[in-house]
């Protein structure tokens, strides 16, 4: 109350102050012009009830919130040191942006990570390196089981799921622009197809989440006839099931209605202007064996193409489960995408992103060993896709025993994301995550295209040479020993010693 009359006496001071100088001075007339809207937002604070700063603190409390508002930016660019900063902090964001550019990549004056801090990895070198010339400096992986008649040859790295509509047209012409010159797989994510994915003539995986869009009736089923339309299309090389994601398992794919525009709604066969919410499961299937029979059936309707699953593990006997069917089947998918934990997407609830799901890590750990347990590993690859974003994470990976990765944000670094964190509010600033016509417009798809590209080229690349550093000529060859984490200040494992692998087939003896 003392600040308000304080304010209320200073306000009748200045407004008398110059009320008597302009009798003099008319000219002085023109300081109302600043001096009223202030003292009205300064009267406004005081009468308005949802802040209390303000009434308390008229005007001054105003700056509380301006600060607030700008406290990432602040953190980001001033606060945070290369290596603190999250989700992605700024020595991986800096070694993405230099790999997109095609610049100088390579770092002075050694490491700043604490290699003595618990968690350091690092890989165990050869001195009897793997000359270049014998390496694959374009490693493949060839995806497609006995029941797969179209075969895709895949690159070692290619862009995770990400739909349009989450991202903008033009974020997705240059992703799949990259695609098409580097030769790698672009994923659709679950928003479907659109001429945007289809344009460039990149390579696509299509994902149908729980939502079927694209391949939807009316009432939000799924659709074989529209299915089939665009799963036969030359651009199509894989289809995905989206079991659940790592940003957000359990939970169904959002998009806000700020973004759901006529395009998008018509892509997606759905109402537009209107909040877009998958449901958590789907209802074509509703246990192990309905999978098994949706993968059969989407692999005929595609002619042949390979079939697969997304995946974030959860409850482990469900995976199990999973397992058994495809023996009972005698149907098994062509690929498995395991999701971590850690994965991120533009719009996902706080408790679903931090504290449901499995890490990649230990899920692709779990997922490599029970397929082998099974006897089902040679016949099905397995993608991980989950924060990979320089050639060490995908060697990690591969060590582990996936066969390729995705990697989602990475490619959106390489598309000009600066890492605002405004994906789920259309207010991105450099036009990847928004569909604001404006902000769009400023992302030149070109230039994009080639950088997007030249992340891709420049992670493999390096990927290569650290495989020939370890000694061997093929990512076949990394296994888990190949990598190893401090536990301790005094103790050191490899991956093999913290993760022993399973004998091929040691399960089957346990099926009931």
């Not at 179209?150 to 033009?170: C, D, E, K, T, V």
């Not at 974030?312 to 062509?334: L, V, W, Y």
């Not at 934990?341 to 750990?365: C, H, K, Q, W, Y």
Request: aromatic letters at 8%.
């Amino acid at each position: 109350m003392n600040v308000r009359r304080f304010f209320i006496s200073i306000s009748i001071f200045v407004l008398g102050g110059i009320g008597a100088i302009a009798i003099a001075w008319p000219p002085i007339l023109w300081t109302l012009i600043l001096v009223i809207p202030i003292i009205i937002m300064a009267i406004f604070d005081m009468v308005q009830t949802k802040h209390t700063i303000r009434r308390n603190f008229p005007l001054v409390g105003r700056f509380r919130y301006m600060l607030e508002s700008i406290r990432p930016e602040l953190m980001q660019y001033f606060v945070e040191t290369d290596t603190e900063g999250r989700p992605i902090n700024r020595l991986f964001r800096s070694l993405i942006y230099q790999r997109a550019k095609d610049v100088n990549d390579t770092m002075p004056f050694g490491t700043q990570k604490d290699v003595y801090k618990v968690g350091y990895e690092w890989m165990g070198h050869s001195i009897y390196a793997t000359p270049q010339a014998k390496i694959n400096h374009d490693p493949r992986i060839t995806v497609g089981g006995k029941d797969c008649e179209q075969p895709y040859s895949a690159s070692i790295l290619n862009i995770s799921a990400m739909s349009f509509g989450a991202l903008s047209y033009r974020a997705v012409l240059a992703m799949n622009g990259g695609a098409k010159k580097g030769g790698f797989a672009h994923n659709t994510g679950e928003g479907s197809v659109s001429p945007y994915h289809l344009k460039p003539g990149g390579d696509l995986v299509w994902q149908i989440g729980t939502g079927y869009f694209g391949c939807r009736t009316p009432e939000g089923n799924f659709c074989s006839d529209t299915f089939k339309t665009m799963a036969t299309r030359d651009n199509v090389k894989m289809i995905e099931i989206k079991l659940s994601q790592g940003a957000k398992p359990g939970h169904g794919g959002i998009l806000p209605a700020i973004k759901n525009t006529e395009e998008i709604a018509k892509i997606r066969h759905v109402k537009p202007h209107t909040d877009v919410i998958s449901p958590p499961s789907h209802s074509a299937f509703d246990s192990p064996e309905g999978l098994m029979k949706f993968i059969a059936q989407l692999r005929e309707l595609s002619g042949g193409k390979p079939v697969g699953f997304k995946i974030c593990i959860g409850k482990k006997e469900e995976f199990d489960d999973i397992c058994k069917a495809m023996i009972s089947t005698g149907i098994s998918p062509d690929f498995i995408t395991v999701d971590g934990g850690e994965g991120g997407t533009g719009a996902a609830p706080v408790e679903f992103s931090n504290s449901i799901g499995m890490p990649l890590r230990d899920a692709l750990v779990f997922v490599v060993d029970t397929l082998r347990g099974y006897g089902l590993k040679k016949d099905i690859r397995v993608i991980a896709s989950g924060k990979i974003l320089t050639g060490f994470h995908i060697a990690r990976a591969l060590a582990l025993g996936a066969d390729m990765v995705n990697s989602a944000r990475a490619m959106m670094m390489a598309t000009g994301c600066i890492q605002a964190l405004q994906c789920n509010t259309n207010t991105c600033p450099v036009g990847v995550a928004t569909q604001n016509k404006h902000l769009i417009r400023g992302l030149d798809v070109e230039d994009k295209t080639q950088r997007v590209y030249n992340f891709h080229k420049e992670t493999v690349k390096s990927f290569v040479e650290l495989l020939a550093a370890t000694g061997v000529e093929s990512p076949k060859d990394l296994k888990r020993k190949h990598i190893n984490r401090r536990v301790s200040m005094k103790e050191i494992l490899t991956y093999e010693d913290m993760f022993p692998e399973v004998e091929e087939g040691s399960l089957l003896s346990y099926q009931d």
